[in-house]
């Protein structure tokens, strides 16, 4: 059974049981190709509710068979209740949606908008009460939407290149604290850029915005909490740790008034410091003791258990370094620096549809390759804007395309994009130039001189833009016009 198929089915509004049924035998994309016929023959009295959960009209069959019987039975007179059924339909359309009506002029003209457009421009046209001018703003977006396409042949790659590599030579190279709170420091500029090109695994400063919902984005205390679940908390931060080395022991003196402020009791400190190894731990009034194993009490092993009990995790996440709370327009929002996406969407309280971070392999794992995409989008062109730089956010666009075509992340680079292109010139014209020409010749393959850099290192017209279009003049026949004309 295909639990994927179960629960996609739960969610569209069928029974836990029903939906394990229909599991057991199809997956979800086959059951879509499944006749209606199919379905009722297989799933019996539960068709009705499977057809309905895909999306199919069953009810509006049942009507039409119905009519199509009553229409048999009668005779002649039948004639002019059609014609009303025609009549009615017309005035259903004309008193369609206003995106109806703009699907419908676009069908007769023939064109194409997107459906955004679409959307936005129904939504204007019904708020500013423009219906009767609806022809004419659906012919202005008809004719700015076709201006703005890109033109055949257009060497789109290179202009894209063009206009984020000329601004991008004008960044400063600089570590910014990031929207004024006080000790995160976020790496901006050219630095940045590079980083997201390059698609580093790690990025130089980790960080993260979690967004709290409920009652954790109004009550400041509440948000305290996330924080400190958020937040790593080592024995040291809460704790005196002291070496005894003529008894043989560390001594951890707990500070109360910190662990009260990171919501730790003594009883999570004695959990912690069970995950030592070959030692005794004794509660002390002062505080906790620690003794080696006996056999094994020397100096060295003294320091090993010192600086382990130092770095014991009591709470938080791995990853996290800090976590600072702010207070934007209504809600309390929580900064980190650091990031471990996955373990802070499990948190309880964090908004999982918009806690972000700045490290892109992190949002690729977790929520997929088209959200990778967007975060390469939103980073990149954050990092420009905060530079005063104003790149078009479709050059953008088509880098992040072309960095995730593949289903993973490809670097701009001979590791990625670069390295994998299909002309052997242009390949060797970026980087390791012998290695690339070699290998190639051990190969046999063949350059087919369709790109721009292998044209211009050969020399040769390229073909795209005007290059791409060959004309030939008869001067002869030229000439006959010319005294045609005289």
Known sequence: MSKTTANALIKRGLSKKLAEKVAEKYTLAALEKLSDAKIKKEFGKDAEKILKVLGRKVEEKKVKEKKATKKKKEKKPAKPAEKKVKEKKVSKVKEGTIRERIIKILENKKEYLPVAVIDEMAEKIEKNGLEEKLEKIVEKAIEEYNRHLMDPYEACGMVAAQSIGEPGTQMTMR?????????????????????????????????????????????????????????????????????????????????????????????????ALKKLSKVEIKKTEDGIEIHPQEGNENYRELRRISEEVKNIKIKGIEGIKRAIIRKEGDEYVIYTEGSNFEKVLELEGVDKTRTTTNDIHAIYEVLGIEAARNAIINEAYSTLQEQGLNVDIRHIMLVADLMTATGVIRPIGRQGVSGEKGSVIARAAFEITVDHLLGAARRGEVDELRGVAENVIVGQPIKLGTGSVELAIDVKKLSKIKKVKE
């Open 175 to 271: 570590t910014f604290h990031y929207a004024g709170v006080a000790e995160i420091n976020v790496t901006l500029g050219l630095p940045r850029l590079i980083e997201i090109v390059d698609a580093r695994k790690d990025p130089s400063t980790p960080m993260m915005t979690v967004y709290l919902e409920g009652a954790y984005k109004i009550n400041r205390d509440k948000a305290k909490e996330v924080a400190n679940k958020i937040e790593i908390t080592r024995l040291i931060n809460i704790a005196e740790v002291e070496t005894d080395i003529s008894n043989m022991k560390v001594v951890v003196k707990p500070n109360l008034k910190s662990m009260e402020r990171k919501d730790i009791k003594m009883d999570d400190l004695m959990e």
